[in-house]
């Protein structure tokens, strides 16, 4: 089914730390707005560009269904790419267009316990799925940000320990993958969610939680949101290559 291309209207932003800004967008798009249930719910802004839109893909931080806004949180590095000085320098009124949403992950019900890891392009769909676990939930979630500054603290159960890395001068992903890694493996049967920076997560985590754990694909959602070095355009090539390479791959790896 063909997504619906809606105009939203910026109603304020807010600097969250050096490189995280929020943006809430409402007015009238959010009429055809359909919420689908997943908490790594995702939209594709269009972007102006000097020949036709330039589409990225960002997770829905939250839906406010009383005041008709959603809230994406851009991460933002000065000048590079097209969405984060966006976001830096977006007022109310300003007009955005987006197409979705999609999605395919939501915490499940019946799982002993969660992993969630990510980077800071994960950081709004665990913080979601955190929000969506029950009081009793247990689990392990690793976050991975530049520095301290960058940590946001997120309503997640008594259960549900959260350990935040910092990246610092390594490569994106190194240190967040070292950390999943070396945590103890709990009892019990895990729903995984794992997301970032496409090389650490599916050139390491991915074989670590598939292979090494024994994890089935239906309780696994893991993919790379991003690759370092690549625009998104270029990342789309990557991985449908990458898909088209593992056809023959055998079921369970």
Known sequence: ????????????????????IRVHLGGPGFAAFQPNGFTDAYVKLAFPGADGDIMRTYTVRSIDPAAQEIAIDFVYHGDEGVAGPWAVAAEPGDTIDLLGPGGAY??????????????????????????????????R???????PADELAF??????????????DADPGERLAAAVRAEPWLDGQPHVFIHGEAQAVMDDLRPYIRKERGITAEWASISG?????????????WKSELAESEKGTPAGV
């Open 225 to 237: 949101y991003w690759r370092r070095g690549r625009t998104e355009e270029g990342f789309r090539r």
């Open 1 to 20: 089914m063909a997504r619906v291309r809606t105009t939203f209207v910026v109603q304020n932003t807010i600097r969250l730390s050096e490189h995280l």
């Open 155 to 168: 309503v997640h159960p008594e259960g549900v320990e959260l350990t935040w890395i910092h990246r610092g």
């Open 106 to 139: 939501a915490p499940r019900a019946d799982a002993d316990w969660h992993l969630l890891a990510g980077d800071d392009s994960a950081l709004p769909a665990i913080a979601a799925a955190c929000a969506a676990l029950p009081g009793d939930a247990v689990g």
């Open 141 to 147: 979630v690793f976050v991975e940000v530049s520095a």
